[in-house]
């Protein structure tokens, strides 16, 4: 890296003496950062041609289900983890870590993504080999899994269409327990999975895997839970009133006591989004558009052209396919690209709106930065992004725009969609006090009556009431606990940080006075802002920072409960 410096040089010429400002490159690196520098080139020139094999290859096993892919990511994976894994250099990290010469900015920021990297795989290689290979194999099975309800294989979006639409408490029910059978065929590979996970952590020093997690992701557990434990008091009473008038309404549809209401009526397999049962269905308006084509348009008209990235993408839903959706940055120079399986339905309008947050986040990193620093600044700010972005499906306003609502669709809309919005945000809440909550106790004890653990953290934070006849491991066929494990408490910081960006931009950025009737449509200062303080910076700083950076403010609660639950 070189440094740019002034020198004023004197010169005479003719009898007159000069001063002239010249600007000169020199190097003024210390002995320890030109060492630092020459490690970061030389293990790029290893990683990252593989890290994009990698990501091609997780990209191709997602799209197929072929074993072959699944083969080869499980291959590239060992590959890479083993180069993380070598005692020696991290060793050099940590001495390159511990000295006071390394004062370079972005140098110490790689050292720092560096260094957490190589910790976490610091596992002897027989164990590495057994937790990647594992990992793969579930990852493969519940990719490649149909359920089954009376015989027939259906889909997850099968699944989800039968628990929005259907009238009849049974069939409910089976579709139901269809959507857990993934988790009956994986959670004894998966339990195991968390035990080995554990026994590479606690060889490093750590109490368990969840520990290790939250170290090297730049979290402190006391922080985080008192974040969690703090919206919990704040949801509790707002949540139980609105799942009370909730409750009476989807009583009423099916013809039954609220008091006999089971996880199945609530329209979601885990009960983490908000059904859509008041007055107005918003999947009608949704019904004769088509959702690519709306995400599209959005971005283009707030400056974030997302062309590139749709024309990369795997977007409809077909055999052996992944049945869910993400993102994904292949080489950080350009090639991000995401999967879908669309309907033209308000649940796909917020997903693909979703997935493209994440999209252009990655998108639009400044190229000029260094390799490890084109990434996000945690995993919570890009989800907070396509947070941010996926709650404008219910949006009145910016319904209207998108699908040229007359004034009295759009009153209709209104009437409902705050509701739906506010239902929703509180509803998501408490989910994620669930997967949080279970999951640091999952990996504090894997060995207790985990169905049992699961009913109780359903009960205390969603107020469902449990089945009889327990769904077997339905824990399990939550998705998450295999390819993001101890993750999912990013979502609900990504909604803070989504309520926090939302706040500043509507006050300092547009300069309205409230929120009432923005629909971000056409806002181009929306996009440029983003690009300048969020995107283009990547991971140069750290998180609080960048937030602090971006919004005048570290990371807090308020615009989240005064957005939503106040």
Known sequence: ?????????????????????????????????????????????????????????YW??????????????????????????????????????ESPQVKDPRLLRQLDRLYDNYLENQIEPELLERIIGLSTKIAQQFHTFRSVIEGEKVTANDINKILT?????????????????????????????VKLRNGAARKLGFENYHALSLAVGEQNEEELDQ??????????????????????????????????????????????????????????????ADVRELAEKFYASIS?????????????ERKGKNQHAFSMNVDREGDVRILCNLKNDERWMETVLHELGHAVYSKYHDSKEPYLLRAPAHAFTTEGIAMFFGRLSRNAAWMQRMLELSE??????????????????LIFARWAMVMYDFEKELYANPDQDLDSLWWEKVGKYQLLRKPSDLAASGWASKLHFTVAPCYYHNYMLGELFASQLHYYIIHRILNFETDEGVSYVGQKKVGEFLREKVFGPGAVSHWNDMIALATGERLTPKYFVEQFVK
């Open 304 to 316: 974030l052209p997302v062309d590139s990235i749709l024309a990369n993408s795997d977007l409809y």
């Open 1 to 57: 890296m070189k440094k740019e410096f002034q020198v004023i040089k004197t010169l005479s010429t003719g009898g007159m003496t000069l001063a002239i400002s010249v600007i000169l490159f020199g190097c003024a690196l210390t002995v320890k950062e030109r060492q630092l520098e020459k490690f970061i080139a030389a293990h790029l020139e290893k990683t990252k041609p593989l890290r994009k094999e990698l990501n091609l290859a």
């Open 227 to 288: 974040i969690f434990q703090e919206l919990y008091e704040l949801t509790s009473e707002p949540f139980a009133r609105l799942k009370g008038e909730l409750d009476g309404v989807l009583a009423n549809q099916y013809g039954i006591a609220a008091s006999e209401l089971m996880p199945w009526h609530y329209h979601d397999p885990f009960f983490q989004r908000a059904p859509l049962v008041y007055d107005v269905d918003l999947d009608v308006f949704y019904g004769e």
């Open 165 to 193: 639409t259907e009238m009849d408490s049974h069939k409910r029910e089976l579709a139901w327990r269809a959507s857990k059978q993934v988790g009956k065929a994986i959670a004894a590979d998966l339990i195991q999975l």
């Open 408 to 425: 009295e669709q759009r009153a209709k809309v209104e009437k409902v969609s705050s509701k739906y919005i506010r239902l929703q945000q």
């Open 60 to 97: 191709g096993a997602s799209t197929t289900g072929n074993s072959e892919d699944y083969d080869r990511l499980n291959k590239l994976e060992l590959e890479i983890s083993r180069i993380y894994s070598n005692p020696k250099e991290f060793a050099r990290l940590k001495h390159l870590k």
